[in-house]
T-cell receptor, first 108, second 114 residues
């Protein structure tokens, strides 16, 4: 089965850096996704980590430690439009399971 | 390029009525297909996935069913809706056979059961 844990809500200031953590327990691990979801919209892809380490993509970076069952998403130079839910999603065999998401509020 | 469409976008149904949500993918062959549901303020719950025509895997017991009558068509159905079926339903696809494939989501269907 899958067990995914991430904070429910976070608040950060515009221009700052925020780190959203995710721990997971899963069978048949094949990588981990991070998706962004604005209210009322479908999720959009942010990153995918297969191997341990840090993947950087512009203002967003994602880290994975497979041995620890741990990942984080790092958002730099926060903008107001980054206010959204961020979903941690490990991929197992043939399917992707999502955590409940972290609702990030960026304040001026 | 690949595209995914689902419809209807919004619907309001009475308790006990039937449901049919349809999803189609274009520009790819033999995709893995998925139905997720998101209740208000909650995370995405995987309902069904399919790796081929006629092959359906169910993740949770419920009054919903799924069918894949064609390679790129995925249908979510119910014979009698419950109040708890209200939510945001998302269809998604990924490249078949690959355990590294990104999920691509449709626009979503918002169902309100009254």
């Amino acid at each position: 089965g899958q067990n995914i844990d991430q904070p429910t809500e976070m608040t950060a200031t515009e221009g700052a850096i925020v780190q959203i953590n995710c721990t997971y327990q899963t069978s048949g691990f094949n990588g981990l996704f991070w998706y962004q979801q604005h209210a009322g919209e479908a999720p959009t892809f942010l990153s995918y980590n297969v191997l341990d380490g840090l993947e950087e993509k512009g203002r967003f970076s994602s880290f994975l430690s497979r041995s620890k069952g741990y990942s984080y998403l790092l958002l730099k130079e926060l903008q107001m439009k980054d206010s959204a839910s961020y979903l941690c999603a490990p991929r197992g065999y043939q399917k992707v399971t999502f955590g409940t998401g972290t609702k990030l509020q960026v304040i001026p | 390029s690949q595209t995914i469409h689902q419809w209807p976008a919004t619907l309001v149904q009475p308790v006990g009525s039937p449901l049919s949500l349809e999803c189609t993918v274009e520009g790819t062959s033999n995709p893995n297909l998925y139905w997720y549901r998101q209740a208000a303020g909650r995370g995405l719950q995987l309902l069904f996935y399919s790796v081929g025509i006629g092959q359906i895997s169910s993740e949770v017991p419920q009054n919903l069913s799924a069918s894949r009558p064609q390679d790129r068509q995925f249908i979510l159905s119910s014979k009698k809706l419950l109040l708890s079926d209200s939510g945001f339903y998302l269809c998604a696809w990924s490249v078949t056979g690959a355990n590294t494939g990104e999920l691509f989501f449709g626009e979503g269907s918002r169902l309100t059961v009254l």
